[in-house]
Structure formats: structure tokens, C-alpha cells
């Protein structure tokens, strides 16, 4: 029989059916919210571990378009490769619910949340991890510890918990954060910019606002669990695997080869591949000791790598030193170079210690941006600030093809967008991207990429309020003991127990992403890692703002000039048929973008002089429009194939207006004043010349002719 918990929290009611489908799964619950609707399944195949020491997890959440009372678009009408949306919302949900998993529990599972129903008003990325929650903890996994989601916004300087789509539109902040009663394990946030000032936040502020979500996650999974233990299945006893070995092997090494561990370690400083360790497990794997015992090199390089960890930890929290020699708040030397592609827009070669971004932008058209479908919208939006991050396996040393893009590129890639999208002048209207090729990575190569970034806007004069740098921040803690880092590396995100990343400007914080290993963070460490993170983007700021007074344009940026026209006076320049706009593009070599509802005008090319006579031949055309037309209903006047009686009153490059008998002035375009080419209108009429005219379209406010 199906059990079912109705909770209110936070102004809205949360349904949530157990027993009801789905149950041959190991747990499943239909969550709904308002008009949203969405399943959540658990499966653990208990029969089958595998025999590597990880908890293989597969998190899917899935949109189905009928959820929305639409077909899927393209072609093919069936659902296909995961959105961008759909792959990140599994990251969030993945990176929230791991670390309820137990150590050693190695047995395959798979977490599948399928929309199926939408609410525009809901945010699907809350109720998905809530009702992924609620499946796994009444499961017989053994699992008894509740994790939510809650987003915050902040509008008209006021905190609101779970708004609306339409809510987060009028937000300066958006703030998702996961945890339990008492812990902290995942914060994604990023400001929202409303004009060319950025919205930065402040680091005291940014606590503020997780504080406050740390007090409704603390609500909200008091009450899953209290409504929740009705619905719990019985926990199945599952052995949790210990992947050890014999403490002699490990104090061996310890003993003897400790030296040569740290010798290793300062290799290691330089780059995230172990080959190092693997030298030295080798070395140690041909003694007397290890061959009369039988070891396997498996065993010796598990013992080393154990050791190794011991050592980086017991450094950085005791000795305050790093594997490569620098203090715990010390940041990797920059180098920055800018316009490194002649024939690209912009581009910067940005290397930090080992780690190297290369990322290039390029400008296009307001139309030329990503078309996307969002599930709760009937029609198509557009993306025209695209950042794409790409890591190659050459970058770590690795011989493997480059395939397609993965999770984790997908989420690198979401980051740097949000920490470069709040400084862009939400003005400037063109479409922008920006790829971000890893060169090389010894950590945090998504904040090369925002640094990277950032002066590739520059570089492409994209207007942005200020630069932005990021840095990824670590901790170590060993009992009551720990230890900040600065500008991790690869090694020191191994072996540390946070991954922190912050974006910025000098103003304050653009984006943020937090993933704890450790099981929470208490907010006043929280608070002293962003103040050292400040320390850290002020310094990198520094860097990047001499760098930029270097930049020298490429030679392939394109020359823009935009000016605004009434919007009424949009068509004139349009043509029938695009006839006009598209003689503009081919006479002067030009591209030109029209914002007919803000009556904008935007021409781009390469020539400079040829942009300009663009530019005064569209003014021109509108100057030279009729005053008349506005003020006349055509269509009571005139009916097409008429012909009628007028007077040139001017003649233009274009074609020629005419004053009509019965009130009113029509355009005769050039292509409609004879049944010959025409190179210049001048040639077929004159001022004063009295003409028929055939009225070939008529329209209540303006009306095309042709000589009859």
C-alpha cells in the first residue's frame, strides 16, 4: 500500500508517494511539487561489487518533454543526448549524495530522476535533488542521514528561499547549497549583473546568505526525516569492503624510504600524474625484504601512496610548507600573454605554475547565439555567452584521443560562465564565445579559464565592468588542527579534504563552488577561507591588470558601430523582402544587425571606411523616410493594383518618393522604376516629374508603389 508525506516548507507543500511505483527498485518515491512532478528510482546491485576501492555511483536526471505537453525538437522526435542542463543537474545531484556513502561500499548503483511532469514555477534543480534524497534514504541502502538542496536569491536586498524562475529574474543572487542538519556539502553561487556595474558580493555577505540556507537545509531535513522513517525499508546488511593492507608493509616504507617518498613528493609538486611513485614502488618492489615476502608491486605502490598522503598532510598542517616549497598562502607564478591568433578575435595564453589555459574568443551576431530548449518554456531560447572548456589528455601527460565533452568539462566550463557573466554589460547584445583549450593542468584549470577568460573579453573590447580572476582554495584538516591552502595543485586536491573555488572581481565575489570531503565545514572556517581567497584574487588581479594594458587588438577583430532609428522605421531599412538590407551588405561589405524592437542598428566588417558609408547610407534612407505616412491610414485609401496619379517629391539612392493624389507618400523602390536594370534612380526620375503608380502592397502606415 502506498505511504504518503505531505511537508510545508518554505511556503510550498512537498508530496512525496512511497510504495507506489517503481518498486522493484531498491527505493523510489514520486515527489511533487505544485503542477511538478518527478520520480526518483534507487538500484544497488548488492550481488555484484567490484573489486576497486570506489563507490560506483551513477547519478541520471532526465527531462522528458511530455512533461511540458510538447514534442521533443529536431527530427528525430525522441529523446536523446542529455542537455547541458540535464548533465549538470546530475553533477549537483552526484556531488550532494556521495559523500552519504559509507567507505567501502563498492557495490554498482544508480540514482535515475525523470521529470514528468513540469511547474514553472518549481525549480526543478531542488525538487530533483529532494526527491533523489528521498528515494535513497528510505531505501534498504544503508544510508541514514537526509540531504536537501536549497536555492536562495536575494531580491531587493532581501534573502528568499526557493523563488521562481520569474523571482530569480528580479535577484542579484543566485545561491544553490546541499547538506544535511548540520553540514555543508555543496555550494554552487553566482551573482547576477543588472546593467554594466557587476553585482559583486561581498565575502561577510556571501556568509550571511549561507547561513541563512544552512538554517533551511537544517528545517527541512528535520522534517524528511522525522515524515521519511514511516516509509524506510529495512537496511540491508551489506559487508563494507576494507581495501588495506598489512601495517608492516606500510611502516617498511615509512622506515625506510620516507626520504625518497618526500624526493617523490617535490616531483609530484610538478605535475598530477604518479609516475614518480610508481618509479620508486618499483625500486622498493626489487628488495630483499618485499621479494622474500612475496609483495606485489600493487601492494608496494599502496603502501607508498599511503605514505606519501601522510606526508603532504603532515606539511602542510604541521610545517605549514607545501610539496613544492611555498607557504600555505602563496599563489604559483603568471604568465599572461594576450593575442597570441592573428586571425582569431582575441585570445590569452594564461599559465599559472603548471597549470595552462589558452582561451579564444570570438564575436558574432545577436541571431548567431546557442538555440535551446528549456522544458517549462513553450518556445526556443538563445545562450549568447557561451564559454566551453575542453581538457585534452596531453594537458596531464596522458596518451588518449580526444573524444567528446564530459561532465566534468561541461560543469569547468558552467563555472567560468558564471563568474565572467555578471561583469558583461547586459547592453551589449552580440553573441560571444569563448573555448577554453587546457594546455597544461597541475590544478584548478577552471580558474585559469576564468582569468583566461576575462582578458579575452578584454581583448575582444567586449564592455565588462572589471576583470575577474579565480583561484581554488584547499584544506587539510588532522584533528582539531587545519590548514587553508591558496592555488591548489593537483596533488594537494588528492590528497586535501575541500575542493573551493572563487571567482571575482576587486569589488567582490562572482561565483563560487564548494565540494567538502570531509563531511560539512563550520561557517567561521568557511569565512577565513574566502578572506584568503580575496587575498589570493587580488593578488592574480594585480597581474592581470598590468597584462592588459598591453593588449594590442587583432587584426581579425571586427570594427563595430551601432546607432539607434524610431523602430517604425525598421522595414525602410529592411526592404521588401530584405531587398534593401541585403543591397547595403553587398555594396559595402558589411554585416548588419537589427534590434527592431529597440530600434538599434548595428553594422560590423573589416573596412573601417566601408562601415562608415554603411552607417550614413541607412541614416540616410531613414532621414529621407515620409513624415506623412504615419499620420494616413493607407488602407482606406488605396487597394493593391490601383493605379494612381502623383509628384517625385525627393529621389534618393534607394528609389524615389512619391506624393500621392490622395494623401500620402509611398516609396517607388530603384529595382520598381523601370522594367530595366537601374543604376541610379536620378537616371529614370526627377523632382517635380509627375508619374502614375501602381500600389503594389498597402499597409495601414505605409505603402509600396512601382511606375506604372
Do not use: W
Not at 553561487?189 to 554594466?196: A, E, S
Not at 570570438?362 to 572548456?389: C, P, R
Not at 573555488?501 to 565575489?509: C, H, Y
Amino acid at each position: 500500500m502506498a505511504k504518503v508525506c505531505e511537508i510545508e516548507l518554505n511556503g510550498q507543500k512537498e508530496i512525496f508517494e512511497f510504495d507506489k511505483v517503481a518498486k522493484q527498485s531498491n527505493g523510489a518515491v514520486l515527489a511533487k511539487v505544485g503542477d511538478c512532478v518527478v520520480l526518483a528510482t534507487v538500484v544497488c546491485e548488492f550481488d555484484n561489487p567490484v573489486s576497486e576501492d570506489f563507490t560506483p555511483l551513477t547519478v541520471q536526471y532526465i527531462e522528458k518533454t511530455y512533461a511540458a505537453a510538447k514534442l521533443p525538437g529536431g527530427f528525430i522526435k525522441r529523446e536523446g543526448k542529455p542537455s547541458d542542463f540535464e548533465t549538470l543537474t546530475s553533477r549537483v545531484i552526484d556531488r550532494s549524495l556521495r559523500p552519504l556513502f559509507p567507505k567501502g561500499f563498492v557495490y554498482p548503483t544508480t540514482i535515475t530522476v525523470m521529470v514528468l511532469s513540469v511547474d514553472k514555477s518549481v525549480d526543478l534543480q531542488t525538487i530533483a535533488l529532494n526527491a533523489a534524497n528521498a528515494a535513497l534514504y528510505t531505501s534498504n541502502l544503508p544510508i541514514k542521514k537526509s540531504v536537501c538542496g536549497v536555492r536562495v536569491a536575494k531580491i531587493d536586498g532581501n534573502l528568499v528561499t526557493n523563488p521562481s524562475s520569474e523571482d530569480l529574474l528580479n535577484s542579484t543572487l543566485d545561491l544553490y547549497v546541499a547538506g544535511s542538519k548540520d553540514e555543508l556539502l555543496m555550494i554552487e553561487m553566482k551573482t547576477i549583473g543588472k546593467d554594466l556595474n557587476a553585482n559583486e558580493m561581498e565575502e561577510d555577505v556571501l556568509v550571511e546568505a549561507i547561513s541563512f540556507a544552512q538554517n533551511a537545509l537544517k528545517n527541512a531535513n528535520t522534517s524528511y526525516e522525522k515524515e521519511f522513517e514511516s516509509a524506510c525499508k529495512d537496511k540491508f546488511d551489506a559487508p563494507l569492503v576494507e581495501f588495506t593492507i598489512e601495517e608492516s608493509v606500510i611502516s617498511y616504507v615509512r622506515d625506510n624510504f620516507s626520504d625518497d617518498v618526500k624526493d617523490a613528493i617535490k616531483k609530484l609538486a610538478k605535475s598530477e600524474r604518479a609516475v614518480e611513485l610508481k618509479e620508486l614502488a618499483r625500486k622498493i618492489a626489487a628488495n630483499d625484504y618485499c621479494v622474500e615476502k612475496e609483495l606485489e608491486f600493487a601492494t608496494i605502490y599502496e603502501a607508498v601512496s599511503i605514505v606519501k598522503r601522510e606526508l603532504v598532510r603532515f606539511m602542510i598542517v604541521n610545517e605549514k610548507v607545501r610539496a613544492d616549497g611555498r607557504g600555505l598562502k602563496d599563489v604559483r607564478p603568471i604568465s599572461i600573454e594576450t593575442n597570441i591568433l592573428p586571425s582569431a578575435h582575441s585570445s590569452c595564453l594564461f599559465t599559472r605554475g603548471e597549470t595552462q589555459a589558452l582561451v579564444v574568443g570570438t564575436i558574432a551576431g545577436a541571431k548567431d547565439g546557442q538555440m535551446y530548449e528549456v522544458l517549462a518554456d513553450k518556445s526556443t531560447s538563445m545562450e549568447n555567452f557561451m564559454v566551453h572548456y575542453n581538457f585534452p589528455g596531453f594537458s596531464v601527460g596522458e596518451a588518449k584521443p580526444i573524444f567528446g565533452v564530459g561532465r566534468r568539462e561541461l560543469g569547468h566550463g558552467n563555472l567560468a560562465k558564471k563568474a565572467l557573466e555578471a561583469t558583461i554589460d547586459s547592453n551589449f547584445k552580440d553573441t560571444v564565445r569563448l573555448v577554453s583549450e587546457i594546455l597544461e593542468s597541475n590544478g584548478s584549470s577552471s580558474m585559469a579559464t576564468v582569468c583566461g577568460g576575462s582578458l579575452a573579453l578584454k581583448a575582444a573590447r567586449i564592455p565588462i565592468s572589471n576583470l575577474v580572476a579565480g583561484v581554488a582554495m584547499g584544506m587539510v584538516v588532522e584533528g582539531d588542527k587545519y590548514s587553508i591552502l591558496t592555488d591548489i595543485m593537483g596533488l594537494e586536491d588528492h590528497d586535501g579534504d575541500m575542493d573551493f573555488k572563487v571567482a571575482g572581481t576587486k569589488n567582490g565575489i562572482t561565483a563560487l563552488q564548494m565540494d567538502i570531503k570531509l563531511g560539512g565545514i563550520e561557517l567561521n572556517v568557511l569565512k577565513e577561507a574566502l578572506n584568503q581567497a580575496k587575498d589570493g584574487r587580488t593578488h592574480i588581479l594585480g597581474l592581470m591588470e598590468e597584462a592588459s594594458k598591453d593588449i594590442v587588438d587583432s587584426k581579425a577583430l571586427p570594427s563595430v558601430e551601432s546607432f539607434e532609428i524610431d523602430p517604425s522605421k525598421m522595414m525602410l531599412v529592411i526592404g521588401k523582402g530584405g531587398s534593401t538590407i541585403k543591397e547595403i551588405i553587398e555594396k559595402y561589405s558589411v554585416n548588419i544587425d537589427l534590434d527592431r524592437d529597440e530600434g538599434i542598428v548595428k553594422v560590423s566588417g573589416e573596412n573601417k571606411n566601408s562601415i562608415k558609408e554603411a552607417c550614413a547610407f541607412i541614416k540616410n534612407i531613414v532621414d529621407n523616410a515620409p513624415q506623412q505616412s504615419k499620420k494616413i491610414d493607407f488602407e482606406k485609401l488605396y487597394s493593391v493594383d490601383e493605379v494612381i496619379a502623383g509628384t517625385v517629391e525627393r529621389v534618393v539612392d534607394f528609389g524615389a518618393f512619391v506624393l500621392l493624389a490622395k494623401g500620402g507618400e509611398g516609396l517607388v523602390h530603384i529595382s520598381k522604376l523601370s522594367k530595366q536594370r537601374v543604376e541610379k534612380a536620378s537616371d529614370v526620375v526627377s523632382v517635380g516629374q509627375s508619374v502614375e503608380v501602381k500600389v503594389l502592397k498597402v499597409q495601414k502606415d505605409r505603402i509600396e508603389l512601382s511606375i506604372n
